[in-house]
């Protein structure tokens, strides 16, 4: 028990109320009424009456400081909604706040929010999807017709469940068909090129190869060509190794245009046979 002596006023300090204690004038105690913690002051001879009730203190006590009640989130949800105030929540529905549709919720589904977004203009651009976007790093129509992205590598099209179309991040294109289209061109500016060198002994390679008619084994489509081992052999830099855009194993390439420097050297050398044969009348 502490006393702290005043002069004229003598508090003493006797701990948490106790019923059973007899109390007197300036003794102090602790007391929780209804949750509130609090400190009263004895201002009369008192014995088991408890120093305050439903907040009110009793006739023998006196308030010496006056706790608050801890507040809860429900307690501090229905003093807010209480509010007339028209600036914190709506008069009408005191579950929104001004200026949100009474029927907005938190847990909308991507559906929902695509929903309300497509035909609307978000600038510069607007915004014309209903449902189908679909699934994580995949933009499209469903499961079967969809856009997928890799990690920084490539951009995949399915159609019909099937990977038709690959764009790599090294700039190449892969199609799992035929490239069709009005013309096509390819660069070739000398300003782009280096260590510039002719097709030696042009003739000799256009004779390693053959010019063949075959069938595709994965559909039986007729077409014509060459075979790639056999340019590989006389022209390596005109091949390449790849891998099938649906996977599988990797097959050789060829770069049909990278064929026309042996026909022209080709016919270089053969236009100078001629001329030598001329020559020799």
Same mark, same amino acid.
């Given at each position: 028990?502490a006393?702290?002596?005043?002069?004229?006023?003598?508090?003493v300090?006797?701990?948490?109320y106790?019923?059973s204690?007899a109390?007197?004038?300036?003794d102090?105690v602790?007391?929780?009424?209804?949750?509130?913690?609090?400190?009263?002051?004895?201002?009369?001879?008192?014995?088991?009456?408890?120093?305050s009730?439903g907040?009110?203190?009793?006739?023998?006590?006196a308030y010496?400081?006056?706790?608050?009640?801890?507040e809860?989130?429900?307690?501090?949800?229905?003093?807010?909604?209480?509010?007339s105030?028209s600036n914190?929540f709506t008069?009408?529905?005191?579950?929104?706040?001004?200026?949100?549709?009474? #029927? +907005?919720t938190?847990?909308?589904?991507?559906s929902?929010i =695509?929903?309300?977004i $497509?035909g609307?203009?978000i600038? %510069?651009?607007?915004?014309?999807?209903?449902?189908?976007?679909y699934?994580?790093s995949?933009?499209?129509?469903?499961?079967?017709?969809?856009l997928?992205?890799?990690?920084?590598?490539?951009?995949?099209?399915y159609i019909?469940?099937s990977?038709?179309f690959?764009?790599e991040?090294?700039?190449?294109?892969h199609a799992?068909?035929?490239?069709?289209?009005q013309?096509?061109?390819?660069?070739?500016?000398?300003?782009?090129?280096?260590?510039i060198?002719?097709?030696?002994?042009?003739?000799?390679?256009?004779e390693?190869?053959?010019?063949?008619?075959?069938?595709w084994k994965?559909?039986?489509?007729p #077409? +014509?060509?060459?075979?790639?081992?056999?340019?590989?052999? =006389?022209?390596?830099? $005109?091949v390449?190794?790849?891998? %099938?855009?649906a996977?599988g194993?990797?097959?050789l390439?060829?770069?049909?245009?990278?064929?026309?420097?042996?026909?022209?050297e080709?016919?270089?050398?053969l236009?100078?046979e001629?001329e030598?044969?001329?020559?020799g009348?």
């Amino acid at each position: 028990m502490a006393t702290i002596d005043l002069g004229k006023i003598k508090l003493v300090w006797r701990g948490t109320y106790n019923a059973s204690t007899a109390y007197t004038p300036d003794d102090i105690v602790a007391y929780t009424d209804g949750g509130v913690l609090s400190t009263y002051i004895c201002t009369a001879n008192s014995t088991g009456n408890a120093p305050s009730s439903g907040g009110t203190a009793h006739g023998s006590w006196a308030y010496a400081a006056k706790g608050q009640i801890n507040e809860t989130a429900a307690s501090i949800r229905a003093f807010v909604e209480s509010a007339s105030d028209s600036n914190v929540f709506t008069d009408a529905d005191h579950t929104k706040l001004n200026n949100i549709e009474t #029927s +907005a919720t938190a847990d909308q589904t991507a559906s929902e929010i =695509v929903s309300l977004i $497509a035909g609307q203009t978000i600038a %510069p651009h607007t915004v014309s999807a209903t449902n189908n976007v679909y699934g994580p790093s995949r933009i499209g129509r469903d499961s079967n017709d969809y856009l997928a992205f890799g990690d920084n590598d490539r951009m995949d099209i399915y159609i019909n469940g099937s990977n038709e179309f690959r764009f790599e991040s090294d700039g190449d294109f892969h199609a799992d068909g035929d490239v069709i289209a009005q013309s096509t061109t390819i660069s070739s500016d000398i300003n782009l090129k280096e260590n510039i060198k002719l097709v030696p002994d042009a003739l000799d390679k256009i004779e390693s190869l053959r010019g063949v008619t075959f069938d595709w084994k994965r559909d039986g489509t007729p #077409s +014509a060509g060459v075979i790639a081992q056999e340019v590989q052999g =006389v022209l390596p830099q $005109a091949v390449k190794e790849v891998t %099938p855009v649906a996977g599988g194993e990797s097959h050789l390439s060829v770069n049909y245009h990278a064929l026309t420097s042996i026909l022209i050297e080709a016919i270089k050398e053969l236009k100078a046979e001629v001329e030598e044969l001329k020559g020799g009348k």
